[in-house]
């Protein structure tokens, strides 16, 4: 039985996920709290995005519309888990990046409250202050209106601003 070879892959795919896989990878380990969630989600979203790479590529903005695919799956993801914190395995160090801000006081308390919001309002959170993007930016990868992102921009900070309450009221008891 004579083997087929594999088919050609586009270049300038190859390309970008050099390029822009690792920072994918970032942001959705941010969103789904998991390692290994995350590295499923980003293959996901490569994955339909090369079927459709030459519509993709011609794009202005292919990452924008990526990292759409990848925010939507995991707000999809979100759904489908139970309500409970997702488990921080951001913090465990099995090979992960090299944490930037290892001196941020409360960086893991953070990590936590984040983990606690829905799945819409840690994507929300996410992109706005990890990925640093305009509110017009998440409404469009995000496909909702820039009065949505504003709004749960807002109560997901006050849930977090709540959370680290409770948790530094909790450590001077």
């Given amino acids: 039985m004579k083997r087929r070879p594999p088919p050609s892959v586009d270049p300038g795919f190859v390309e970008f996920v050099a390029a822009r896989s690792a920072a994918l990878f970032r942001t959705a380990v941010l969103i789904v709290g998991d390692r290994h969630e995350a590295e499923d989600l980003v293959q996901a979203a490569l994955e339909r995005a090369y079927r459709h790479w030459d519509r993709v590529a ?9 990292r759409r695919i990848l925010a939507n799956l995991a707000v999809d993801h979100g759904r489908r888990r139970s309500r409970g914190p997702l488990p921080l395995s ?3 160090h099995d090979g992960a990046a ?9 960086h893991d308390e953070v990590i936590r409250a984040l ?8 994507a ?3 992109l706005r202050y990890y990925d640093d993007l305009t509110e017009a930016q998440i409404a469009e990868v995000l496909g ?3 009065g949505t992102v504003k709004s749960q ?5 006050a849930k977090l601003r709540a959370a680290m309450a409770v ?4 450590a001077t008891s």
């Fill in 58 to 66: 011609v794009m202005d903005a292919p990452e924008a519309y990526v």
């Fill in 90 to 92: 951001l913090l465990e």
């Fill in 98 to 106: 090299h944490d930037r801000y290892p001196d941020v006081d409360r």
């Fill in 115 to 122: 983990r606690e919001l829905p799945p819409r309002m840690r």
């Fill in 124 to 126: 929300v959170l996410v």
């Fill in 144 to 146: 909702i209106s820039v």
């Fill in 153 to 157: 921009t807002a109560r997901a900070l």
């Fill in 167 to 170: 948790r530094e009221q909790e």
